[in-house]
């Protein structure tokens, strides 16, 4: 604001020395020459002069008024991201007596608890197992015997298999340890463009390296924890393991200047609408499974095969 202000000055001035000419010019001209306004460039420069101070207030005002809506828009907005609607209204009343902000027409004053507004942002959170048979359809496994029982491995439904998996191209992680030779994995079909973009942001930000190793994505298993009933996120392709022999299941996750952390990893994940194992219960630092459910996030409407 100062700057304009200045330049605003030097127009006044400049105004103010043209008018002192124009009088003596006008006090030393004959009475009986006639001179137009309009071929006068004093007069022209004169009537510039002052069509631009006029624009300058004008503008100052503008910007004056401009940023005041801003700050009060702002300030209203961060009141209300208490996630309390007591607490909200109690910091807009403080706002307003405070004088920060501005409340004309009383909107703030007459507010009660349940016309109360909240900008609070809702934590991400996971899909539940039922919304992601909704979301991604059912494998409908069945559960081999033998050494694959144990490890809860299972045979997928073949019909599922073809309607939802597809082979995802990542040419960025060629040559991360564990990465197929082919750049080529298995991925569920809705959750493929979102790891697409996530790994290719990891890669223009130069952080691949901080993927030590890629632990797999696509396997039909079920969580043989809870009794081999509950089918793991990775059973329907929206899940990657990475870096899991330095984030080890129910240890807190190493941070970001440790090896193998993934910590700066976890915002751009999240970003493209994974969910970061790390914030589990029983954390696990190298795990992220897309879908979630948030005020900005969520996933496409079911495609399952029947």
Sequence with gaps: MLPHRTSIRLELRRFGAELSHLRAEFTNKPKTETTSILSNPTWLAVVGAVASVATGFWQLHANRQLEREKLRSTLIQEASKSGSPETTLKNLKFLVKAGLVDDEKGAIAALQLDDVPSFALLPATPLTR????????????????????????????????KANLIDVDLPELIGVPGFPESGKIKFHRKAAPHLQAAIAEIHQKGLIRKIR???GAWVPRTIHAAGGGIYSTHAFGI??????????????????????STAELVPIFESHGFYWGGRFRMSEGGHFQYGVKSSTLKVAASAAAG
């Excluded at 919304?131 to 496994?141: C, I």
């Design 213 to 215: 190793y890629f632990d």
């Design 239 to 260: 899940a990657l393991d990475i870096n899991s022999r330095w984030n080890p299941l129910g240890r807190p996750p190493p941070p970001a200047d440790q090896d193998g």
């Design 130 to 161: 039922a919304e992601m048979l909704d979301n991604f359809g059912d494998p409908k496994l069945v559960r081999k015997q033998g050494d694959g029982d144990r490890a809860g491995i299972a045979v997928p439904d073949e019909a599922w298999m």
